[in-house]
């Protein structure tokens, strides 16, 4: 019998979307353009949306599940915080 390999690429991809979520968020506050943390976040955004699709579907509460969920709340809290200090700059 053949044996299936589940390659589990949420794990990665979570972490990776958490990692550029973070430094998005620090762009985003501490720089003084804040399109540098607006494209960052909008990267670990879409990393994010991976990290979820690529996640085992039968464990609920997986650790690459809870950590896209964070990369995506930062990363969708940045986006939310840098449109508004660049309508600051307008």
Partial sequence: MERKIIHNWGKPLA?????????A?????LAIIPVVGHVLAWFALFIGFFALSFAIPGLIGSYAKKVAVFALVISSVT????????MMYL
């Fill in 15 to 23: 972490v990776i979307g958490l990692v550029f979520g973070i430094i």
């Fill in 79 to 86: 986006i939310f915080w840098s449109i508004i200090r660049l």
């Fill in 25 to 29: 968020h620090v762009f985003g506050w």
